[in-house]
Each structure stands twice: as C-alpha cells, then as structure tokens.
C-alpha cells in the first residue's frame, strides 16, 4: 500500500467513511472504492464485500481482484435502562455492536446494573444529537415513556440509523406514529419504525425479548 493510500485510508476510517481498498493482484494496483471509481461489475462486488463485511477475492474480465472492506464500527444505541435492555446490551456486545445506553435516570442507569457498557445520562434528544446514528447503527427504546422515547426516535428518524425499534403494544406505537407525525414524520418516516419491536417468537421474559430484539436488528441489517 502506498502511503498515498494509507493516508486516504486513514482518513476515511477517522471520518467514519465505509470504503473498499482493492487490489488487482497482478501488478498490485490499488483502488480505494467509492471514493474513486471502479468499473460496474467490480463496484458491484466491492458494494456486496462492504454489505457482508468480509474481504472477498473475485476475477472479473480474466483480472484477479482482492476487496478488504473497511467499515465504520457497528453501534447500538439503547434509550431506556429497562430490564430488557440488561440484557439486550450484553447480547449485542457479543455480537460486535458498540454499545451506548441512553438515560437521564441516574438511579437506573448505573455502572452496576450495565457493567461495561457506555453510559449516558444526557436528555435524549440531546445524547442522540450527539451521538449522530449513521448508516451502520441500530437504535432501540424500551423506556414507554413518551417523554424518554419520543424525542430518541424524533432525531433517529431524521438519521440514517439501518433500524429503529420501538418497545410498546400496536395501541401504544399508534398513538406513537401521531406524536412523531406532529412533530412532522411523515408516513414513511414513521414506517422505518420496527415496532411492537422484535420478531415475533412468542417472547414472554427479558431475555427472550432481548433476543427477539437483536434477531430482527440482524435481520435488518443482513436484508432478510
């Protein structure tokens, strides 16, 4: 790698940008995708090595390619320091995601109850504002407290979060989607809403919600 590129990679891991370095393996050519371009079928599969997260080596028009995708690293953010999201945390955790829990409720939001796991105590609207969910973040409240979730999902939705979940019955999330539409969601907006959250797999405990939770948030994440 040239430092040209190592320089250009770095600054784009710093800028949370994904990006694929490519390389033509018969005279080690290098392409930093997609910030430059790349012909049709290679973008294609760099665009797929970027969506599975994992390095592939393709042979397109008789040239051996090697695509390493580098990702910004996957994040969860949980408003809500619920019982459900005891567990959910430390499920996600071991799945990979970065983990934030979102809740101004000192008392429940402790070091511990959510023994290594990002605390943060802001109002939030304002955690969420900062936090900045991107394209590779999942964002879940569990609070039922409109006045913790509501203004969570009002920033997420104005994000680019690749799923967001709501913990709340039908009647719950449908008076929900009325107090998101006047703050001006749209129908669409508030579609992207996964809510009563999780899949549905018959889940009655904390733990099973948790699971029924990250299941969906992979599956979202994995287009199924």
């Known amino acids: 790698m040239t430092p040209e590129h190592l320089a250009r990679l770095q600054q784009a891991r710093a800028a949370l940008r994904p990006v694929v370095m490519t390389t033509r393996l018969s005279d080690g050519i290098q392409v930093l995708w997609p910030e430059d371009a790349l012909p049709g079928a290679l973008a294609e599969a760099a665009q797929k090595a970027m969506a599975d ?38 499920m996600a955790a071991g799945l990979g995601f970065a983990v934030t829990l979102v809740d101004p409720r000192r008392a429940f939001a402790t070091e511990e109850r959510f023994e290594g796991v990002t605390l943060n105590h802001e109002w939030p609207d304002e955690a969420m504002e900062a936090l900045a969910p991107d394209a590779r973040t999942a964002v879940v409240t569990l609070t039922h407290d409109p006045k913790l979730d509501d203004p969570a999902l009002d920033v997420a939705l104005r994000g680019k979060a690749f799923y967001i979940g709501a913990l709340g019955s039908k009647r719950t999330h449908a008076k929900r989607a009325e107090r998101l539409k006047e703050l001006g969601h749209d129908e669409a907006a508030v579609a992207r809403i996964a809510a009563p959250v999780g899949l549905d797999i018959g889940a009655i405990t904390a733990p099973e919600i948790a699971l029924s939770i990250l299941a969906q948030v992979v599956a979202r994440r994995r287009g199924k």
């Open 53 to 90: 997260d994992k390095a592939a080596n393709v042979t397109l028009d008789g040239e051996a390619w090697f695509l390493q995708p580098h990702n910004p690293p996957l994040r969860m953010i949980v408003v809500g320091a619920v019982h459900v999201a005891q567990a959910l945390v430390a």
